[in-house]
C-alpha cells in the first residue's frame, strides 16, 4: 500500500541519502540507486576487506551487499586464507595476492559489460538519430 505522507517519504530519503553519502555506488557493479542498495538493517554500502581483514584490515571498497556477499565466496573459492590467525607475512602476502587477483578479475568482468552496455547504447542512439553525436 502506498505511504500518502509526503513528508515522511522525503524525510526518509533524505536520511538514507546522507547515511551513504554523496555519489554512493557499489564499486563493482556500480549500482547507485539508493532505494535499491536499502536490503537490510546493516550497512547500506559495506566495506569488502580487498586482500581479507586478516591479510590486510586497512585496505577496504564500498560494495554493494550482493556484491560484497559473492566476493566473500569468491575469496574462498580461490583458495584465500581468510583467518585470523598466526601466519607467517609471507603467507598473509600469498593470501592478498590472491583476494586482490579475485577482485580485480570481478571488476575486469564488470568493466567488460558497463563497455559492452555503452557500446549497445551508442549504435541504438546512431539507429535512432545521428544528430546526438553533435551535442
Same mark, same amino acid.
Given at each position: 500500500?502506498?505511504?500518502?505522507? @509526503?513528508?515522511?517519504?522525503?524525510?526518509?530519503? !533524505?536520511?538514507?541519502? /546522507?547515511? &551513504?553519502?554523496?555519489?554512493?555506488?557499489?564499486? /563493482?557493479? $556500480?549500482?547507485?540507486?539508493? =532505494? $535499491? &542498495? *536499502?536490503? $537490510?538493517?546493516?550497512?547500506? &554500502?559495506? $566495506?569488502? !576487506? #580487498?586482500?581479507?581483514? @586478516?591479510?590486510?584490515?586497512?585496505? #577496504?571498497?564500498?560494495?554493494?551487499?550482493?556484491? !560484497?556477499?559473492?566476493? #566473500?565466496?569468491?575469496?574462498?573459492?580461490?583458495? *584465500?586464507?581468510?583467518?585470523?590467525?598466526?601466519?607467517?607475512?609471507?603467507?598473509?602476502? =600469498?593470501?592478498?595476492? %590472491?583476494?586482490? @587477483?579475485?577482485?580485480?578479475? %570481478?571488476?575486469? =568482468?564488470?568493466?567488460?559489460?558497463?563497455?559492452?552496455?555503452?557500446?549497445? &547504447? /551508442?549504435?541504438?542512439?546512431?539507429?535512432?538519430?545521428?544528430?546526438?553525436?553533435?551535442?
Amino acid at each position: 500500500m502506498p505511504e500518502d505522507d @509526503a513528508f515522511a517519504n522525503d524525510l526518509r530519503r !533524505h536520511r538514507r541519502n /546522507i547515511r &551513504l553519502g554523496a555519489d554512493a555506488s557499489c564499486f /563493482i557493479c $556500480g549500482y547507485r540507486k539508493p =532505494e $535499491g &542498495l *536499502v536490503t $537490510g538493517p546493516s550497512e547500506l &554500502l559495506e $566495506g569488502d !576487506h #580487498t586482500l581479507g581483514k @586478516a591479510n590486510d584490515s586497512d585496505l #577496504t571498497a564500498r560494495l554493494c551487499r550482493n556484491c !560484497h556477499a559473492e566476493r #566473500t565466496e569468491g575469496q574462498r573459492d580461490a583458495g *584465500v586464507d581468510l583467518r585470523h590467525n598466526d601466519r607467517h607475512l609471507l603467507e598473509r602476502l =600469498e593470501a592478498g595476492l %590472491r583476494s586482490s @587477483a579475485d577482485f580485480h578479475h %570481478r571488476l575486469a =568482468e564488470s568493466e567488460w559489460k558497463r563497455a559492452k552496455d555503452l557500446a549497445d &547504447l /551508442i549504435s541504438r542512439l546512431d539507429s535512432a538519430d545521428m544528430s546526438w553525436r553533435d551535442l
